[in-house]
Structures are given as structure tokens and as C-alpha cells.
């Protein structure tokens, strides 16, 4: 009966002692199966991110390439909106660019004007040309003020360079003048030189005066100033009509100092 019971106990022990080494072997290739596990997913996974990687690539491609154009077309767009954005300011700042030189040259004339009046002229209007009748046989200018202006008649016009002519009809707004290179046109004058005494009237050019009367046929010289006499009552004493640029027998022809092609604006004067 002891070594029934001391069979057993030697029986039990190896019992134990195989259960333990099974559950070490056991635990041991578990351990083994999980490092080799995540070492072969570890390997899936990197081979699976190089060989998806080009074909990501591949695919997004054109999506990228179809971004990028859309960027560029954008970018166009907002470039020839600002060009546009560019031009117009340009355009504005040249409006505002012209009316400044536009403005600077009136201050300019009128300050001329004012500069250019003497102390025996009265001013009545300073007014613009706003229509021009040139041609042969008639030389005319339509300026901006009338009755409404106390403008009559037989009143002398001047700009800032010398005499323009004198109104021959008026409305209530505006008034019709008569230039001196005119034909019909007759302007008293006297050289400063010597204050000889002649009358001049509008060459058949145009762009003349001529002598018609010359007082003791006191011939001037090229070269010699013209200006009014005062004695026609019409227009104001001393103010510059000409310059003598020939002297044929007994007349001569002289260059008037107002530029006609040009007018812009006058004056409109009467002696005091």
C-alpha cells in the first residue's frame, strides 16, 4: 500500500513536470509566433506602400495635373482683371492728367489776358471761342457772351498777344466777331518808332494785313511795330495789332501777332 501511494506521488510529479515544460514550450512559441507575426505584417505593409505608392501616383496624377491647370487659368483671370483694373486707372488718371494741363493752360491765357490790359481799357467780358468761320472771304469767330453781357456792336476784342478784331452782331449769348485779317476789316494803327500813321486791312490770304492808307506816305521799315492808333474811337489806343514784314512801293505788309488757327479766349474791351 506505501509504494502504491509513493507510485502515485512519483506519477503526479511527472505529471507536473511535463505540464510545465509543455506550458513553457507553449508560451515560448507563442512568443516566437507573435514577434514572427508582427515582423511579416511589418513586411506586408512595406511592400504593400511601395508597390501602392507609384500606382497612387499614378492615379492622382492627373488630378494633380487638372488642379494645376485650374490654378494657372485662375491666375490668368485674375491677372487680366487687374490689367483691366490697371487700364481703366490709367485712363482715369489720364482724364484727370488732361483736364490739368487743360486748366493749366487757361491760367495761364487768362493771367496773359489780365497781364496784357492796359490802364486806358475797360474789360466788359473775358469769353471763349466756341465757333470759327475761316475761309476766304469772310473771317469770323462765334464767342460765348451777348447782351446779357452789355455786349454791343463796335466793341474791339484782344487776347493775351494783341488785337483780335470787333463784334459786328450779338444775341442774348453770344456774339459774332470780326477778325482784323478780315478783307472788310479796317484797323487805325501808328509804327512805335515814329507814330506815323496808317490803315490797315485783311490781305486776300488771309494770313496778312496790308496798308491802304499811309499817312504823308511815311513808309515804316520791316521790322517795325504796329499798334492801334485810338483814333477810330472803336479801338483802344496802344494795343499791338502787327509787325511790318515788307515794304512794296508805296504799301506794305505786315504779320498780325495773334495766331487766328488758335483762339481760345478773349476779351472784350472798350476804351476807358
Not at 506505501?2 to 513553457?24: A, C, D, G, P, V
Not at 508560451?27 to 511589418?42: G, R
Not at 486707372?89 to 495761364?108: C, D, F, G, P, Y
Not at 463784334?167 to 478780315?182: A, M, Q
Amino acid at each position: 500500500m506505501f509504494e502504491n501511494r509513493t507510485n502515485t506521488n512519483i506519477k503526479k510529479k511527472n505529471y507536473s513536470s511535463f505540464f510545465l515544460s509543455f506550458l513553457f514550450i507553449l508560451v515560448f512559441i507563442l512568443i516566437l509566433f507573435n514577434k514572427t507575426d508582427y515582423f511579416l505584417i511589418n513586411k506586408i505593409k512595406g511592400a504593400g506602400l511601395d508597390y501602392a505608392t507609384p500606382i497612387t501616383r499614378f492615379i492622382s496624377s492627373p488630378i494633380q495635373i487638372i488642379n494645376n491647370i485650374t490654378l494657372r487659368v485662375n491666375s490668368v483671370k485674375n491677372l487680366e482683371i487687374e490689367n483691366l483694373k490697371l487700364k481703366e486707372e490709367v485712363v482715369r488718371l489720364k482724364k484727370w492728367q488732361t483736364l490739368a494741363i487743360k486748366s493749366s493752360r487757361e491760367n495761364r491765357v487768362f493771367k496773359k489776358l489780365l497781364n496784357s490790359t492796359s490802364h486806358n481799357i475797360d474789360i466788359i467780358k473775358t469769353a471763349s471761342v466756341i465757333n470759327q468761320s475761316n475761309n476766304l472771304y469772310s473771317k469770323l469767330v462765334t464767342i460765348n457772351a451777348g447782351i446779357n453781357f452789355k455786349i454791343k456792336n463796335n466793341l474791339a476784342v484782344i487776347n493775351e498777344k494783341g488785337l483780335v478784331g470787333k463784334t459786328v452782331f450779338s444775341s442774348k449769348n453770344n456774339s459774332r466777331v470780326l477778325l482784323i485779317n478780315d478783307p472788310s476789316s479796317s484797323i487805325p494803327v501808328k509804327t512805335l518808332s515814329d507814330g506815323a500813321f496808317s490803315i490797315l486791312k485783311g490781305a486776300n490770304q488771309g494770313n496778312f494785313l496790308k496798308s491802304v492808307f499811309i499817312k504823308g506816305r511815311k513808309l515804316p521799315k520791316i521790322g517795325d511795330l504796329l499798334v492801334t492808333s485810338g483814333n477810330a474811337k472803336i479801338f483802344p489806343r496802344d494795343i499791338l495789332v502787327a509787325k511790318v514784314i515788307d515794304v512794296k512801293g508805296d504799301h506794305y505788309f505786315a504779320l498780325p501777332y495773334v495766331d487766328f488757327n488758335n483762339l481760345n479766349y478773349v476779351q472784350v474791351v472798350k476804351s476807358k
